[in-house]
């Protein structure tokens, strides 16, 4: 996204729309439902780059194969592939092909539609401890110690996520006709506050650099003198009884106490094997040789885990003891 890749310029909506109207009938053909176009709003000016989200399921896995057909078809000169993006200049326009598994394919297209709204509905999540994206919704949970999180995932149902925030869905599915529209109807959630905005952290700052709309959007709000805010709960664990109301489906409570079920194992795991107790049993392993020690001593067990958690701390002592004469 944003089409700095060849360094091409930005084109009008007229010359955009002949090149997605060229693109949409070669792509009806080639790939049928598998692709989508993310939306934009009716009077934007101009393009930096063509946007398409491919359904790699429903290709098959075949995705590599149908992209050398798509850079011989439309003989295109120059691309770039970049993990699950590819890049291509098409009638001197970058177009960037994005692909996802059919479970995403939905949400990466309704969180890549119009701009940066994507963004915004983000922040408002955030505060409930929760990450939109473009795999929907997620409950971000994190362990008391170390830096370990995971994304639980709640849904990927637009409509519900909507919803949940009181965004009226079906002004959404219409579209919107200008950049006000969009900043309006996210604003319209009784959730929003401007305060992300106006704190302008660091990581806020970094995404204005790249991301015009979002620095717009900080000048709506200004210009408007916007002051609406909410009064967030301070310990966002406490809205989880919300969301689990409000998706049943995702069984978040479960998925939270199986988490939690597992940092008590993990902790039980790390208080009878760590580096440090490999160096107080033996104080002249340090450093890259610790490492590849320790590394060793994990894969001779089929299941180093359930060692751990089935033996006396005497008896891993003893082992380890046992293995480094060998090792060594």
């Known amino acids: 996204m944003g089409g700095n890749l060849f ?21 009806d053909k080639k790939l049928g439902q598998a692709y989508h176009i993310p939306r934009y709003y009716a009077d934007k000016a101009d393009f930096g780059d063509l946007d398409l989200i491919i359904n790699s399921d429903a290709l098959a896995d075949n995705w590599e194969e149908v992209r050398q057909e798509i850079v ?23 177009v960037d092909y994005f692909t ?4 995403f ?9 119009f701009n940066d709204l994507g963004n915004l509905i983000g922040k408002i999540c955030h505060r409930f401890n929760l990450k939109y994206g473009e795999r929907g919704l997620a409950y971000v949970y994190r362990r008391e110690l170390g830096n370990y999180k995971k994304d ?6 637009f409509k519900e996520i909507c919803d949940f925030l009181k965004l009226n869905y079906d002004r959404w599915k219409k579209g919107f006709n200008s950049l006000e529209e969009i900043y309006r109807w996210a604003i319209a959630s009784p959730y929003f506050s401007v305060e992300p905005y106006l704190m302008r952290s660091t990581s806020l700052n970094n995404r204005i650099k790249n991301r015009p709309t979002i620095q717009k959007f900080i000048e709506y709000i200004e210009k408007n003198k916007i002051t609406k805010t909410y009064n967030y709960l301070e310990n966002r664990a406490e809205y989880i009884p919300l ?13 939270i106490e199986r988490e939690k079920s597992e940092e008590e194992i993990t902790k039980q ?45 005497e008896e891993i002592d003893r082992q380890i003891l046992e293995y480094y004469q060998i090792w060594k």
């Open 72 to 94: 011989q078809d439309l003989k295109i000169e120059k691309y770039k592939s970049n993990g699950r993006v590819f890049s291509t200049v098409y009638q001197n326009f970058q």
């Open 100 to 103: 996802t598994s059919d479970e």
């Open 269 to 313: 795991i790390i208080a009878k094997f760590s580096g440090k107790l490999v160096i107080k049993l033996i104080p002249e392993l340090q450093g890259k040789e610790l490492g590849e020690f320790i590394v060793s001593f994990k894969n001779k067990f089929e299941d180093f885990r359930s060692f751990v958690l089935a033996n006396s701390q």
């Open 105 to 113: 394919f939905e949400s990466t297209y309704n969180y890549l539609s």
């Open 243 to 255: 969301i689990d109301r409000s998706f049943p489906q995702a069984n978040l409570i479960e998925k």
């Open 7 to 27: 360094k091409l310029g930005r084109i009008t909506q007229d010359k955009y729309i002949k090149i997605e109207t060229e693109i949409r009938q070669y792509l």
């Open 152 to 157: 639980l995932t709640v849904t990927t149902d």
